[in-house]
């Protein structure tokens, strides 16, 4: 982030440079207000180059305040801090009180400026004049920040306050709660900070959009939060973003909450469900390929697959077994030949799954899961797998006689059922195995001809 913007003591500057006609006494008190209103810090790095670092907002005005002339440690050197008003999302600016060498005592504010901005009632120009902020010059500001808005550029405002002896004795005893006085300030200075994209956002959004959610941006911890609970109402998936302290609501509040992994507080942390390590949206992207259920299609679900050992291991053993079962074991795993018409029934039903594809972006995400929502989700899984496992170990026991399994049913998973070597070979008993086998899976058959109806009845085992 930089600075490529700023209006300073009445005029709008692009320089980098402080102007000469701007006097010693106001300069030290625009570099006060950046130096020392700042979590921020200057210093000389092993190789003696300028080193700054906090926050990149921190760290651009910094680094303005720097090629304007400004001498960090002799700024923190030459200046005491009485007390400081940190952050506040609600108030959206920072103060600090400090006294000068010559025993006057300051506050100085910066801050969103048009939070900022509405608390000065005066300004002050180069030569040091102070000049009321009337109606015309308020709109005059506004415009201008409307105007460094509008060219993507975050806006911060820098103000001052000289504060009577009573008022600084009152914030000496309460240092750990200090009551800053943040009216009546005098305007320094406006500046505007170029805030570039990081590479891959604008495609990132572009396929969030794509995908059929929508991007919500620049909102207040507490607007999201209340964005959240009513977009939960009309029944939303939300999931929310969030760094800070004050962002934990949202993300508690929300379907899913993804906090920032360098930039995030623990407190943010504790309450999101995932955290993004690199803080780029880009990464959301990957996120939502693997939850959302509108874009299954980009999912890489081979993404470290072959790095896994134990999936290889798996896939080597189950090779192995299919291979000793289909040369050893006869026509218990015997397949079937693939003729053209089969393979063209799978070519189809592979055509089939591309109109499908975008059908399935307008698919609803569940709020909940549908196998953790299954009543008989353990029926499902004991009784079936048994069934199967009965159905295969029968399948492998007894010869395979086609023609007289079609007498039982026409469809394919009848016919999978032998009856030689019965005492019984008639269709009336082999119902009733298939009624003992398929009892479990709640499976109840029809007969397939009308012989078999007619012996059904005569022996009384019509299924009911």
């Given at each position: ?11 709008l500057r692009v320089s980098t440079e402080m102007d000469k006609e701007i006097k010693k006494i106001v300069e ?167 805030d570039p994209l990081r590479p891959g956002v604008t495609d990132a959004v572009h396929k969030c959009q794509i ?254």
């Amino acid at each position: 982030m930089t600075v490529v913007s700023s209006w300073v003591c009445g005029k709008l500057r692009v320089s980098t440079e402080m102007d000469k006609e701007i006097k010693k006494i106001v300069e030290e008190k625009l570099f006060a207000s950046i130096c020392l209103n700042t979590n921020g810090h200057v210093g000389i790095s092993e190789e003696g180059m300028l080193e700054v670092s906090g926050s990149p907002t921190e760290v651009a005005c910094l680094n303005w305040a720097t090629k304007l002339g400004a001498v960090f440690d002799d700024i923190q050197r030459e200046n005491t801090i009485i007390c400081v008003d940190t952050f506040n999302s609600t108030k959206k600016h920072m103060g600090v009180v400090i006294e000068e060498k010559n025993g006057s005592v300051w506050a100085h504010w910066k801050g969103a400026s048009e939070v900022l901005l509405k608390q000065c009632t005066r300004y002050i120009d180069a030569e040091g004049n102070l000049f009321d902020l009337t109606k015309e010059k308020m709109e005059e500001l506004e415009g201008i920040i409307v105007t460094f808005a509008n060219s993507a550029l975050r806006t911060l405002c820098f103000a001052c306050r000289e504060l009577p002896e009573h008022e600084t004795q009152v914030l000496r005893v309460k240092k750990a709660q200090p009551d800053i006085p943040d009216q009546n300030l005098t305007c320094l200075a406006i500046v505007g900070i170029k805030d570039p994209l990081r590479p891959g956002v604008t495609d990132a959004v572009h396929k969030c959009q794509i995908a059929g959610i929508k991007v919500m941006a620049r909102s207040s911890p507490t607007d999201k939060h209340t964005l959240v609970k009513r977009l939960l109402e009309m029944g939303d998936v939300v999931a929310a973003t969030g760094d800070g302290t004050n962002d934990a609501p949202a993300l508690h509040e929300a379907s899913i909450g993804l906090a920032m992994g360098i930039a995030g507080t623990e407190v943010a942390k504790e309450s999101a469900d995932i955290i993004i390590l690199d803080d780029n949206f880009a990464s959301i992207v990957k996120v939502c390929n693997e939850l959302n259920a509108r874009k299954p299609e980009e999912a890489n679900v081979f993404r470290g697959l072959m790095a896994n050992r134990v999936f290889l291991y798996v896939i080597a053993f189950t090779v192995a077994v299919q291979v000793l079962l289909v040369e050893f074991c006869g026509s218990f795993t015997s397949t079937v030949h693939l003729t053209w018409h089969r393979w063209l029934l799978c070519v189809a039903l592979g055509a089939v799954s591309m109109p499908l594809a975008a059908i399935i972006k307008c698919i609803p995400v569940p709020k909940q899961p549908i196998w953790s929502s299954c009543q008989h989700r353990d029926d499902l899984v004991f009784r079936g797998g048994g069934s199967v496992m009965s159905m295969m170990l029968r399948q492998g026991s007894q010869k395979v006689d086609l023609q007289r399994s079609r007498s039982v049913k026409s469809t394919k998973f009848y016919t999978e059922f032998s009856v030689d070597g019965d005492k019984d070979s008639g269709p009336e008993s082999c119902c009733v195995k298939l009624k003992k086998m398929l009892c479990p899976l709640g499976v109840t058959p029809s007969s397939s001809n009308d012989v078999e109806n007619q012996n059904m009845r005569n022996n009384n085992q019509a299924w009911q």
